[in-house]
């Protein structure tokens, strides 16, 4: 399985959330562990349909850098 980080400044409302959510709705569940990680600023809602789509959420410098250094990509 390949460890997939989506790393986002922030994790608002808007066209580029909407795109990240996609992304994670549709992955190739068997292939893809994704990750979310966001550098700060609060998570909207689109955080917690993410979060539904099975797909980890970590917040803050220290937690994206943890994030980045697990993945494969």
Do not use: K, W
Request: proline share 4%; hydrophobic share 45%; aromatic share 2%.
């Amino acid at each position: 399985m390949i460890r997939l980080v989506h790393l986002v400044p922030y994790l608002g409302v808007g066209g580029t959330e909407a795109v990240l959510l996609d992304l994670c709705r549709h992955r190739n569940r068997p292939a893809f562990d994704c990750t979310v990680a966001v550098l700060g600023g609060p998570l909207s809602e689109i955080a917690e349909e993410i979060r539904r789509e099975g797909v980890r959420v970590v917040t803050g410098v220290q937690a994206c850098r943890s994030a980045i250094e697990a993945a494969d990509l």
